[in-house]
């Protein structure tokens, strides 16, 4: 795949990428540690950020759950996104910035003082809410961001509005429900014992997630040097055109974004492409993970097996041997609802049912 990108961009990015790695950039020197600006890979959407302000939304303390996974730092947003900071001797990886309804920048620079490389695995509102709050920790010194990075085919516009008040509406109903259901839980079943919990909604009559325009276009089997650490990443279209997933081969680590999920699966949709989401999990699957590091649910990671399963549920999808029943997603929306081996995917309601 060819991978537009600017020699500007190339230069700042130097040492991210090791000697051999395909495509965005020449090999070269590492960024010295303790060098502060990227101007060439930062956008600069001056008015859109000022008017992103976390203010009104939650503190970072009260929202965030952040856990260390071993070889990689989780930040949760319980019951909505998970986004991961991976850390090498350089440099660090933060794949996706989450809702942006907390400021996420002073969870990542609590927890290193390398440059961050932020890695979208799509640009689903959900994964990159927090891109205004980093790139302005970043102008104001309070973190190093050597870029955005994302598919090439990635689209980083604004937000629709409606769509975050919608989304604010019914996950108010989400909460509550939970609240409910750990209430039952912490009594009688335990099954939820140590995972993140949600947290209670603050105002989001003032959220708004502005266009970030990605700097990094990123390849499939781009590799990046963390330093003392390699990540692949990988081009995993399915769930989205643009999807892309994080693959560590020396730990058997795999960030998924939202291509394996130990919830629901999204294949419904205009963007969807079940043939395609077939191919990418039957990629991921042929990996050998020892475990996916996925981006919902209270569940962050789960075992390797986990990934073989969803990519045998999408073939039977495809294949037209799950019986599926109308359902729904977590927003409200139709969906066939499909289930093989405890593995859930959602097709379009007004294609691809009961054959
Ligand atoms: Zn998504
Ligand atoms: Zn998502």
């Known amino acids: 795949m060819q991978v537009q990108t600017t020699s500007s961009c190339v230069e700042a990015m130097s040492g991210w990428y090791p000697a051999g790695s395909a495509d965005v950039s020449s090999s070269g020197a590492g960024t010295p540690r303790g060098h502060r600006t990227h101007p060439a890979v930062i956008p600069e959407p001056e008015d859109q950020i000022a008017m992103s302000r976390p203010a009104g939304h939650a503190r970072a303390a009260d929202w965030f759950d952040v856990r260390d996974l071993g070889g990689g730092q989780l930040i949760a947003e319980p019951g909505h996104v998970n986004s991961y900071l991976l850390t090498g001797r350089e440099r660090a990886l933060l794949i996706d910035s989450g809702m942006g309804i907390a400021p996420i920048s002073e969870i990542v620079a609590d927890l290193t003082t390398l440059p961050v490389l932020v890695v979208s695995t799509h640009a689903h509102a959900d994964h990159r809410g927090g891109h205004a709050d980093l790139a302005r920790a970043h102008r104001e010194g309070r973190l190093e961001v050597a870029g955005f990075a994302a598919h090439p085919s ?15 509406r019914v996950m108010r109903e989400v909460v509550a429900e939970h609240h409910t259901l750990r209430e039952i839980d912490d009594q009688s079943f335990f099954a939820l014992a140590g995972l993140p919990r949600m947290r209670d909604l603050p105002d989001l009559r003032r959220w708004q997630i502005p266009a970030t325009p990605a700097s990094v276009p990123l390849a499939d089997r781009q590799r990046i040097d963390l330093g003392g650490r390699i990540v692949t990443i990988l081009h995993t279209p399915g769930h989205a055109p643009d999807a892309l997933s994080v693959w560590e081969e020396a730990t058997g680590t795999l960030v998924t974004g939202d291509t394996v999920l130990s919830a629901a699966h999204w294949l419904h949709g205009s963007e969807a492409d079940l043939t395609a989401f077939a191919a990418s999990t039957a990629r991921l699957a042929a990996l050998g993970a020892q475990r996916a590091l996925v981006a919902h649910n209270l569940r962050p990671e789960m075992p390797g097996t986990h990934v073989r399963n969803v990519a045998a549920a999408a073939e039977a999808v495809l294949d037209g041997v799950t019986r599926p029943v109308p359902g729904r997603d977590l927003l409200g929306g139709r969906a066939w609802r499909h289930e ?3 593995v859930v995917i959602l097709t379009d309601a007004t294609s691809g049912g009961p054959r």
């Open 154 to 168: 990635s689209q980083l516009v604004e937000v629709d509005a409606a769509f975050l008040a919608r989304y604010a």
């Open 340 to 342: 093989h081996d405890g």
